[in-house]
């Protein structure tokens, strides 16, 4: 069983940057892929970011590659979301994920809320 909880959510304008935290209960967080989903008003659930168990071949949506970065610190059973360059379109709930490969995920936090105003 994992447990995850997001923090560092926010209002900033455009342009600007914000760091999401997933930290994650159990002693197995090193052996799950994490991810990063959002959703916007409106919208479906979209995934914007994966990095594997090992660290290797990262994923990103083409909405956020080039200005979001994912990453994760097993030592601090923690993963995290480094966001550049907002755009007003960036605002959403921003929930992260951990399961046992791409796109199969099995834990879920319940979300942060990131708004970027214009």
């Known amino acids: 069983q994992v447990q995850l909880v997001e923090s560092g959510g926010g209002l900033v304008q455009a342009g600007g940057s914000l760091r999401l935290s997933c930290a994650a209960s159990?002693?197995?967080?090193?052996?799950?892929?994490m991810a990063w989903f959002r959703r916007a008003p409106g919208k479906e659930r979209e995934l914007i970011a994966h990095?594997?168990?090992?660290?290797?071949?990262?994923y990103y949506a083409d909405s956020v590659k080039g200005r979001f970065t994912i990453s994760r610190d097993n030592a601090k059973n923690t993963m995290y979301l480094q966001m550049n360059s907002l755009k007003p379109e960036d605002t959403a709930i921003y929930i992260c994920?951990?399961?046992?490969?791409?796109?199969?995920?099995?834990?879920w936090g319940q979300g942060t809320q990131v708004t970027v105003s214009s």
């Open positions: 994920a951990a399961g046992r490969s791409f796109r199969a995920y099995n834990y």
């Open positions: 159990g002693r197995t967080f090193n052996s799950y892929d």
């Open positions: 990095m594997p168990w090992s660290g290797g071949n990262t």
